[in-house]
């Protein structure tokens, strides 16, 4: 599991940073689209009922999801902020149970719901990925992040598989410890101070340590809301497109909560 684990982080992590790093803004674009189009695959795969999602209604939340980035890209008005995408994916939600409600869905109601969370849970994801992209510096801000986070969960589990003892959050992660938790934070602080210093000289280096913290915070939050969703409904992992690792989503769980509020936060201290 470890080996595997390693393996498929020496392969495809070069490959993730040097799209972000040598790509164009369409390369990135491209990159972010298609994480979501997994993300929202493996979530209706976690929900029960996925037969009744497989087929014809599996493509519409998918084309869905497309046509607000799509339109962003495009500078169509309603999409360049995020209040038309939730407007949109809600619109769509609601006709698409209604068309199905008759036909082949159980629970038309739990459906919509989670139709909703999907769609506006990648959807914000994307939508600030795209934002945060397009600012100034955006390119060393993004990967500021993905830096973050990264660190944080790679040390995170060695730290808990070295030291763990005290379980954190047992009925939600068994595996999850508090040092686990502790080791990730301080590893996420260092990472970002050290990357801040020479690649984002407008931050300083009490701001690092700040927007850090904050960051492993929220996405130890995201890694748990996962696993949370995950035991509710009975699964292990996401799925197994990553040896080692689980699914795309057991890999960014952390980076989809991170990312919007990172973005939140770069737009609350540009406006003062």
């Not at 030291?163 to 068994?174: C, D, L, M, N, Y």
């Not at 934070?185 to 927007?211: D, E, K, P, T």
């Not at 890694?223 to 035991?231: A, G, N, Q």
């Amino acid at each position: 599991m470890l080996k595997q684990r390693v393996l498929t982080a020496l392969i495809l992590s070069p490959l993730f940073f040097s799209l972000i790093l040598y790509g164009d803004p369409i390369v990135f674009a491209s990159l972010i689209i298609i994480l979501g189009i997994l993300f929202l695959r493996e979530l209706f795969d976690i929900f029960p009922d996925a037969s009744r999602v497989n087929g014809s209604i599996s493509i519409a939340p998918i084309m869905t999801y497309l046509i607000p980035p799509l339109g962003y890209l495009l500078h169509i008005r309603p999409f360049l902020s995020y209040s038309g995408w939730s407007c949109f994916y809600l619109a769509c939600s609601t006709g698409y149970i209604i068309v199905h409600m008759y036909k082949d869905l159980k629970n038309p109601f739990f459906f919509l719901l989670v139709m909703i969370f999907s769609l506006n849970y990648i959807g914000i994801f994307t939508f600030s990925a795209l934002c945060l992209y397009s600012m100034d510096s955006g390119l060393w801000l993004t990967l500021f992040l993905f830096i973050v986070v990264f660190t944080g969960d790679i040390f995170a589990y060695f730290s808990g598989m070295l030291f763990g003892k005290a379980r954190f959050f047992p009925h939600i992660s068994p595996k999850k410890t508090w040092e686990g938790a502790f080791g990730g934070l301080i590893s996420s602080i260092i990472a970002g101070v050290i990357f801040a210093h020479y690649y984002i000289q407008a931050m300083s280096s009490a701001y690092a340590v700040f927007v850090s913290f904050i960051l492993a915070i929220i996405a130890q939050s995201g890694d748990l809301l996962e696993s949370m969703i995950k035991r509710e409904f009975k699964k292990k992992d996401s799925g197994s497109l990553l040896p080692g690792h689980g699914g795309f989503l057991d890999r960014f769980d952390g980076v989809i909560l991170a990312l919007p509020c990172f973005y939140m936060i770069t737009q609350i201290l540009i406006s003062r």
